[in-house]
């Protein structure tokens, strides 16, 4: 199979990009021809610091090196590199309609968000994702809950296209896994954690020091009551701190409440906090490496690049055939 999954280089990588996402890729990476990319073309949307997107865009490419994705067995580039996205964004915008992308949640969150810079490319994100996607002839695309919704605008608009124009594209499948799908906000455990939220409280970083982890997390929300119990509707708080328990230390999360079974929130945060520290190490080691030596990271994302712009660039072709344009 084929997989494809990028992540937006705004913000910081925290653990909620890892556990719904990057942590997947990990696994799908031995047994399938895996593409993952980082969505630099995204980020723009929203304002940014353009002298700090480089560095963002590089942090990302270590998170995902440190996550455990191996060069040798998988394509990671950045998306402006291989111009087809663009282009191929252009061409499936035609197949688009405008009601849909407007229904977006995304698109009416970020609108609320930023309401000075609802730009249009706010509203055409979801086209360039499903170009992302349809230009590698995906099968399966790994990502958390809230990318449903547009992996099911890149169906529709893969499946428009295919009914016009013939039988171009593949229609691919998200994986969204069952559990650490949605990892909430540590401050808010009734939203989800996020890149872009203000309070650098409210998510921890796949680089933050082993001092800014055990802070957020002692400082992180619970719930009223004593018992470490797993009850997201009455116990938001600590049945989010559960769940990032189990995804990290491979425990179910019934034995974990056996585990902790008769001790108070504080024992368990600190526990929880020494557990991040250890699993978390390896992305403080791998960014300390790199900044030593940035030339491999920068050839790792050339040969990344050349080898997604061979299957872009054939596929492309066929696409511009399908819709009459010269080639
Ligand atoms: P982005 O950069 O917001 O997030 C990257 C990945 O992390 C997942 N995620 C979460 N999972 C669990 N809990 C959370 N709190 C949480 N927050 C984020 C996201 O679902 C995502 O999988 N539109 C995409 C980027 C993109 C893309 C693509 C993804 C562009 N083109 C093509 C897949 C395929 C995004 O904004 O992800």
Redesign the pocket.
């Known amino acids: 199979m084929r997989v494809?999954?990028?992540?937006?280089?705004?913000?910081k990588?925290?653990i909620?990009?890892?556990?719904?996402?990057?942590m997947q890729w990990v696994s799908f990476q031995e047994k399938n021809e895996c593409i993952f990319?980082v969505?630099d073309l995204?980020?723009l949307t929203v304002p940014y610091n353009p002298s700090l997107l480089e560095e963002k865009i590089f942090e990302k490419v270590i998170a995902y090196l440190a996550a455990g994705i191996n060069p040798k067995k998988s394509i990671i580039f950045i998306?402006s590199q291989v111009k087809e996205h663009a282009e191929l964004n252009w061409l499936l915008s035609v197949v688009t309609p405008v009601s849909e992308l407007k229904r977006m949640t995304?698109y009416k969150e970020k609108a609320k968000k930023y309401p000075k810079n609802i730009n249009a490319g706010l509203l055409n994100?979801?086209i360039?994702?499903a170009a992302?996607?349809l230009l590698y002839d995906?099968d399966v695309?790994?990502?958390?809950?809230?990318?449903a919704q547009?992996?099911e605008m890149?169906r529709l608009i893969a499946r428009n296209f295919n009914k016009r124009f013939g039988n171009v594209f593949k229609i691919p499948k998200a994986f969204?896994p069952k559990t650490?799908?949605?990892?909430?906000?540590l401050t808010e455990p009734t939203k989800?954690?996020?890149?872009s939220d203000k309070n650098p409280k409210s998510?921890i970083t796949l680089f933050d020091s082993p001092e800014e982890i055990k802070k957020k997390i002692m400082s992180a929300q619970t719930d009223s009551g004593l018992k470490i119990e797993y009850n997201p509707k009455l116990k938001p708080g600590i049945s989010n701190l559960l769940t990032i328990y189990s995804l990290f230390s491979e425990t179910p999360i019934n034995r974990l409440e056996k585990k902790f079974e008769g001790k108070n929130y504080k024992f368990f945060k600190e526990n929880l906090a020494d557990l991040l520290i250890e699993k978390l190490a390896i992305f403080r080691e791998e960014k300390k490496k790199f900044k030593k030596d940035g030339g491999s990271l920068k050839r790792i994302l050339d040969e990344g690049r050349k080898k997604a712009q061979v299957i872009a660039f054939k596929k492309m072709k066929k696409i511009k055939k399908s819709m009459g344009l010269t080639i």
């Open positions: 494809f999954s990028g992540i937006q280089p705004s913000g990588i925290h909620g990009n890892y556990l719904g996402s990057l990319s969505v995204h980020s998306q995304q994100y979801p360039l994702m992302d996607i995906t695309v790994p990502v958390g809950e809230d990318q547009h992996l890149t969204i650490g799908e949605k990892i909430m906000s989800k954690m996020s890149k998510y």
